[in-house]
C-alpha cells in the first residue's frame, strides 16, 4: 500500500480523494486544521513545521506521495500564506522522505484563476520566496480594495512554481513527479455560498465557462490527482492539468 500525505484532507477536494485513495487500499496521512491525523495551520512557519514533524512521526518516516489541496479565497493575505507558502514549504519540507520512496510523486491544487489577471508585484514576491513581502503585498491589495487578486495571484505563482521545481534538481533528479491540477468551479464548501447566489453564480459562470458537464463535483478533481500520484504515472511532471469543462481551452483558445 502507498502513504499518501492529503493536506486539506477535512473538506472539499481533499476530502473526496482521501476517500479514494483508502477505497483503493492506499494508507492516508491527512492535514489540516482540524479533523485528520495531523492538525496545523499551514499559514505559519510554526505550523508548517509542526505540519512536517507530524507527518513524518505519523508515515515513520516513509511517504510516497504528497497532494497539497489545503487553500482558501478569502480577499486577504492568509491565503498567499496557505495557497502558496503553505503548499511549498509541506512539499520541500517532505522531499527528503519522498526522495526515498521507490515511486514518489507530488501535486499541488491551483486554480483556472492563475490563467486569469493577477497582480505581478505579489506573484513576483511569491516565487522569490520572499513570504515577508508577499504579505505586506497582499496587505496593501487587501485594504486598497483588490484583495479579489490574492487568490488568482497565489495560484499563478503556485504553478509557475511547480513548473520550475519539477525539473530543478531534487525533483526530477530524484524520480519525483511533480504536478498541477488546476480545477474550474467545483461544488465544495468553499463555493457553496457563492453558487447559492444567483447574482455571485452567473458572474462565476461568465469568468469560468464550463461547456463540458458544467460544474464539476471534488471527485473529478481528486480521480486527476490521484492518478497523478501514483505509480502508474511515470513521466507526466512539470504539468498543469486543466480539469475545468473547458473552461481554459475556452478561455485562452486554439492556440499551439
Ligand atoms: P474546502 O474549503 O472544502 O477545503 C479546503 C481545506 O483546506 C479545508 O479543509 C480547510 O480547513 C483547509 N485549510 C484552509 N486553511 C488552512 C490552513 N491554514 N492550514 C491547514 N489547512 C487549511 O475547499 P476545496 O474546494 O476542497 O479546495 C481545495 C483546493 O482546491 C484549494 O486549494 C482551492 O483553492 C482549490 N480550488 C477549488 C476550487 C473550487 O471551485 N472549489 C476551484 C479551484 C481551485
Avoid at 472539499?12 to 486544521?33: N, W
Avoid at 490563467?115 to 513576483?124: K, R
Avoid at 455560498?193 to 447574482?199: C, S
Wanted: with cysteine; glycine share 14%.
Amino acid at each position: 500500500a502507498r502513504r499518501v500525505v492529503v493536506s486539506g484532507a477535512a473538506s472539499g477536494i481533499g476530502a473526496s480523494l482521501t476517500r479514494m485513495l483508502q477505497e483503493q487500499g492506499d494508507e492516508v496521512v491527512g492535514v489540516d486544521l482540524h479533523g485528520t491525523a495531523v492538525c496545523a495551520d499551514l499559514s505559519t512557519e510554526e505550523g508548517r513545521a509542526g505540519a512536517v514533524a507530524g507527518v513524518l512521526e505519523a508515515a515513520g518516516g516513509r511517504v510516497d506521495a504528497v497532494v497539497a489541496c489545503a487553500g482558501l479565497s478569502v480577499p486577504e493575505p492568509t491565503a498567499v500564506r496557505v495557497n502558496l507558502f503553505g503548499a511549498v514549504a509541506l512539499l520541500e519540507g517532505l522531499r527528503p522522505a519522498l526522495a526515498e520512496a521507490g515511486a514518489p510523486r507530488a501535486a499541488v491544487v491551483g486554480s483556472i484563476t492563475g490563467t486569469g489577471v493577477v497582480d505581478e508585484q505579489l506573484v513576483s514576491a511569491c516565487l522569490a520566496g520572499d513570504e515577508t513581502a508577499a504579505t505586506a503585498r497582499a496587505r496593501q491589495m487587501t485594504d486598497g480594495g483588490s484583495g479579489g487578486l490574492i487568490y488568482p495571484s497565489s495560484k499563478s505563482a503556485l504553478a509557475q512554481w511547480v513548473r520550475a521545481r519539477s525539473v530543478a534538481p531534487g525533483w526530477a533528479g530524484e524520480g519525483i513527479a511533480l504536478n498541477v491540477v488546476a480545477p474550474g468551479v467545483v461544488r465544495t464548501p468553499m463555493t457553496e455560498a457563492l453558487l447559492d447566489d444567483e447574482r455571485m453564480r452567473a458572474a462565476m459562470d461568465e469568468a469560468v465557462p464550463m461547456p463540458l458537464n458544467g460544474h464539476a463535483g471534488p471527485d473529478a478533481v481528486a480521480g486527476a490527482l490521484r492518478w497523478l500520484v501514483s505509480a502508474e504515472n511515470t513521466h507526466v511532471t512539470g504539468q498543469v492539468l486543466y480539469v475545468d469543462g473547458g473552461a481554459e481551452a475556452t478561455l485562452r483558445g486554439p492556440g499551439r
